[in-house]
């Protein structure tokens, strides 16, 4: 079956503009999962939704960092007045549920550039 | 809070030879799993074994498998005739009961033809 899929794979924009990510997770998974890959790091959580609600966003960064899923399916992170320093590998992953026996899948990721 | 700690940025393998790549957490939690991820460069997270802490036998995928001592605090994975496929960049991560993943910083593991 279709896995996690992201859209753009990558994603160039200026200093001070907007950005959406967008997030398909795999069909009938309640559970989805933003995090962000710095260069050389490992993932850093940003936000979790279980269904259509934020379970848990203590990742977010500022202010500046919004995600929703208004229907429980599809997830679109959204960046205002981007700055270089958000240039990163944005991962999206699903799960069945939020239970910590399900395993996370993820997706491809968008690589975001600041200029 | 919990960390996770990988104190081995890079680690090579001659192929069909076995490496061990070491992880350390700290938790305390007594309900949480443990999950071992592999990066390749196509930048997509692919599971490679995973371990309940609850259960005291170690888990096993093949040629992945793992040496979990709760009392250490210590998950390491072990991969055995490693094959060229298996390079990649290596995550350990901790997960509680309900959540997020807590990554370490990585292993990039090189084989060697």
């Known amino acids: 079956g279709a896995g996690v899929s992201q859209t753009p794979s990558n994603k160039v924009t200026e200093k001070g503009k907007y950005v959406e990510l967008r997030c398909d997770p795999i069909s009938g998974h309640t559970a989805l999962y933003w995090y962000r890959q710095s260069l050389g790091q490992g993932p850093e959580f940003l936000i979790y939704f279980q269904g259509t609600g934020a379970a848990d966003d203590s990742g977010l960064p500022n202010d500046r960092f919004f995600a929703v899923r208004p229907e429980g399916s599809v997830s679109t992170l959204k960046i205002q007045r981007t700055e270089r320093g958000d240039s990163a590998v944005y991962l999206c992953a699903s799960s069945l549920t939020g239970s910590g026996s399900d395993t996370q899948y993820f997706g491809p990721g968008t690589r975001l550039t600041v200029l | 809070a919990q960390t996770v700690t990988q104190s081995q940025p890079e680690m090579s393998v001659q192929e069909a030879e076995t490496v061990t790549l070491s992880c350390t957490y700290d938790t305390s939690e007594s309900d949480y799993y443990l999950f071992w991820y592999k990066q390749p460069p196509s930048r997509q997270m692919i599971l490679v074994i995973r371990?309940?802490?609850?259960?005291?036998q170690n888990a096993t995928e093949n040629r992945f498998s793992v040496n979990f001592q709760k009392a250490a605090k210590s998950f390491s994975l072990k991969i055995s005739d490693s094959q060229l496929g298996d390079a990649a960049m290596y995550f350990c991560a901790y997960r509680s009961a309900r959540g997020k993943l807590i990554f370490g910083q990585g292993t990039e593991l090189s084989v060697k033809p």
């Open positions: 371990q309940e802490a609850y259960k005291q």
